[in-house]
């Protein structure tokens, strides 16, 4: 497989990069980088679809959100793989999921931009939370960012966070990605 033309994604390495783009240049680097994880994921198979659905959102929250500062925390890894590309992994993409190389989840040991290593399910509201709680206790600035996806929503442990969130003031922020898509579309009372 080709390695695909990106001129705006060469100039980044950082979220930081990111933010120094106009608004209206984030369409051009989303296409980009949707180009870039196809092509990466050819090489090394992988989960496709989940990088694929969040490009355009992963690209909104390292540009809006001071990232790493603001701890970002992905629930289900499956879709981190934009994430990965614009946090100084790019350069070591097509080696995701092999001996030696990415893992195919966020995972703490290789980048200060992946705060919490939990691959599956439900737990990145908690995780969040205890980054916003950390820092308010601190008396520090930042964030905890959860994104979680509408069949993880549908867990126990997310209600459990959601339950204790007004602890956290106005520090956590919960991005419901709402995509009627989970391994499988979903079913059930809460999904529709």
Known sequence: MSVPNTPLLDKINTPADI???SADQLPQLADELRAEV??????TG????SGLGVVELTTAIHYVFNTPDDRLVW???????PHKILTGRRDRIRTLRMGGGLSGFT????SEYDPFGAAH?????????????ANKIAGTPGKGIAVIGDGAMSAGM????????????NRLVVILNDNDMSIA????????
Request: aromatic fraction near 6%; include cysteine.
């Open 19 to 21: 933010r120094l783009l």
């Open 38 to 43: 196809i092509s990466a994921v050819g090489v």
């Open 158 to 169: 997310a209600y459990e966070a959601m339950n204790n969130a007004a602890q956290a003031g």
């Open 121 to 133: 399910s439900s737990t990145s509201i908690s995780a969040a939370l205890g980054f916003a709680i």
């Open 185 to 192: 579309p979903p079913v059930g009372g809460l999904s529709a």
């Open 46 to 49: 992988g989960h496709l679809g």
């Open 75 to 81: 629930d289900v890894g499956h879709q981190c793989y």
């Open 107 to 110: 995972k703490r040991a290789e």
